[in-house]
């Protein structure tokens, strides 16, 4: 992704506030999470809710959501998004990797199994999925499940995910309840 400078930023979300319809939301929204300034993109996808909900913008609603901690939300707001066009790959493929940071892969195997059936060529899902089933196999065996990364400060936070069996299916009642 492209670096986009905070002058322009500022700018831009000025722009949004002050003029409807004058600035991208999702554009917006992208940019400012880029920007680590998840607040921000929070704000400008939630005012874009108010006049469009279409999956791009549910979507990046979701992944500010993300951005901020709220993964119970970003996970409703991406079955909204798969509620509203099922033939989108983005809301399953974020769904999944939201699964996993959660804890949950074998529910992310099923999720990601439906984005790659949409389209099979994407590496993207194809990776998450895979790193999914490993995971999933992982928790069904009940084993405690050591993070190979953890002296890792460098390691990407979606290779430090660390499943605990026990969770999962504590999560998975919650859920239900």
Known sequence: MRAVAAPDLDARLLRFRSIPG??????????????????????????ALKTSETVDVLVAHARAEMATGKLLEAQATLLRAARVDGRRLEPFRWLGELLLKRGDPARAVKVLERAAAIDPTDRAVGALKQRAE?????????????DPTASRRDAPPEER?????????????????
Do not use: F, Q
């Open 22 to 47: 004058g600035e991208d939301a999702v554009r917006l929204a992208a940019d400012l999470l880029t920007a680590n300034r998840t607040g921000d993109s929070l704000e400008v996808t939630t005012a």
């Open 134 to 146: 490993r995971l999933a196999k992982l928790a069904e065996s009940g084993a405690d499940i050591p």
């Open 161 to 177: 995910t660390v499943v605990r069996a026990d969770l999962t299916g504590e999560l998975a009642l919650a859920e239900r309840g």
